[in-house]
């Protein structure tokens, strides 16, 4: 949820800011796209900021325009939208600047007092131009480094005190035009990293912003002010006492965040999965056992647990379904499923002996982090499954497995869904092993079934050119149905979700054994169902089942889209359509069955002519609740 670039360089040594803030916010995009903006200084007391509604292109338009591309800077920062308070427009963009064009602030996140300082400042006689939350801060900073009272002149103190008055989520960069040889930054509760460059300092939403330049970065805590210059940093807390971040080394590269040749990021990703999986379990079978990345409970703790919840948003959701059939098969806990948003806000039981599986692609997503927060309040012991490495969620969390899925640029997840379905399969098993559910072999067994994985993705990734022919038949349709039982339902609604988003058209997941209770009251000529087919040799009782579902739609005069095991020919005769996946354990059918319907969703958002990388409205990671 927006993305922030700051960069501090050396003239005449390092690449000049404008175009070093744009191509930063360029690999930022995926993190909102309502509005773009930059301000450069010129090390001589002046700025340049221009800022724009709408895409990135609309920027760097507005900057080629304004010459400012020749612009002789080594200090600029840049934002990119995803707007929450006041409509994507010029004005409503960031940068913010104060009334002398001096100073000029970023920011990500939403300042929940934003009313009261807003009608202090108006009080005081300042003008605010926007409709947003951010625009206060920079006057606030205004008043307090131009004001008569003891921060006056000094950034460092303003900065401090700007901090202190603001209540809710931010990360916010400030530039001073006549302090160009730094910017500042706070953060709390959203995220920002500093990358170590030579002669050159970076800040970023994330490391995307500065991947090209360094793979060395600093992990910063809650609450904390960072000041960059081109030879360092320093971070102190809100009171201005130094701290230390954290440091560590960023192991993917600028390579594995460009397009490499497909149209869409979207499109590489899911041609990455068979990778996702791998990098995920690679490292975590150890002498026969599972081990996570960090934990700080003991496998003690772990027996201890009597209940699970597992919270998570969206496509991290439908893994975390998947979650819950694994670890209750394997190690007989009872396992509640719970959408993030809403677990905080109902009183669940909860204690020392509840475990929370808190999983998350970005390990930023508010509405998780929020719920995990809660659940550690009341002394639950809580587990992250997340792809970023040093995110909030992992930190606040007492043990983190982290998915190696690599960068996911596109706002849809596809390798993250299966790198956390993985991921959770490896919990399950963790958890199995501390509880002595599962012997060592059985573990060993099942880690092999989850290795043999990545090549049955790549043998499912063969059906691309028939699932593309098949998105043209749908491509103008506006309602698609998704059927699947046990394992298969979970797949349904990530299927639901990915044409949803990314077409536009309203789709729906659900049980197959449900749709007579309701749902197949929406079927008429012609309605697209997809069908998840579990495998006839695997599960023949559920699939025997669901060969009656596809009966019961197709009489009613649906056209069905069967995703079935090779080999399954007990489904031709009710299917309009048949994708292919190979076969394989039950419990993993999913790590299979979800490709096809991620490229059926890219497939028909391309035919209507939709950018599948962006779609609208949405935001990468959403640090908002
Ligand atoms: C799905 O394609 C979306 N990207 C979205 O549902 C996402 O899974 C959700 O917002 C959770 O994000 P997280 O994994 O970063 O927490």
Known sequence: MCGIVGYVGTPGKTPSAVGLVLDGLRRMEYRGYDSAGIAALDGKGGMAVEKRAGRLDNLAEAVEDANLNNYESTTGLGHIRWATHG????????????????????????????????????????????????????????????????????????????????????????AHADHPDRLLACRRNTPLVVGIGEDAMFLGSDVAAFIEYTRQAVELGQDNIVTITKDGYTITD?????????PFTIDWDLEAAEKDGYDYFMLKEIAEQPHAIADTLRGHLHNGRIVLDEQRITDEDLRQIEKIFVVACGSAYHSGMLAKYAIEHWTRVPVEIELASEFRYRDAVLGPDTLVLAISQSGETADTLEALRHARAQKARVLAICNTNGAQIPRES???????????????STKSFLAQVTANYLVGLALA??????????????????????????????????????????????????????????????????????????????????????????LEEGVPVIVIMPSPKRHPLLHSKMVSNVQEVQARGATTIVIAEEGDDSVIPFADHIVRIPECPSLLQPLVATVPLQMLAAEIATQRGYDVDKPRNLAKSVTVE
Do not use: C
Request: overall charge negative.
């Open 87 to 174: 409509r994507p427009t010029d004005v409503n963009a960031h940068p913010h600047v104060d009334s002398d064009n001096k100073i000029a602030i970023v920011h990500n996140g939403i300042i929940e007092n934003f009313a009261v300082l807003r009608a202090e400042l108006e009080a005081d006689g300042f003008g605010l131009r926007s409709d947003t939350d951010s625009e206060t801060i920079v006057h606030l900073l205004h008043r307090e480094y131009y004001g008569d009272g003891e921060n006056r002149g000094s950034i460092d103190k303003s900065v401090r005190a700007v901090a202190n008055m603001l209540e809710g989520a931010f990360t916010i960069v400030i």
């Open 238 to 246: 809100f009171a201005g006492t130094e701290i230390e971040g954290r």
């Open 398 to 412: 007492d043990a983190v497995l982290y998915t190696h899925a690599g960068p996911e640029i596109a706002v849809a």
């Open 433 to 522: 092993q501390a509880r002595g559910t599962k012997y060592a072999e059985e573990v060993e067994e099942i880690f092999q079934d989850l290795e043999n994985m990545s090549a049955k993705v790549e043998k499912t990734l063969e059906q691309w050119d028939n699932v593309n022919e098949i998105a043209g038949h749908f491509a103008q349709n506006d309602t698609m149905l998704f059927i699947g039982r046990n394992v298969g339902y979970p797949v349904a609604l990530e299927g639901a979700l990915k044409l949803k988003e990314l077409a536009y058209i309203h789709a729906e997941g659900f049980p197959a054994g449900e749709l007579k209770h309701g749902p197949i009251a929406l």
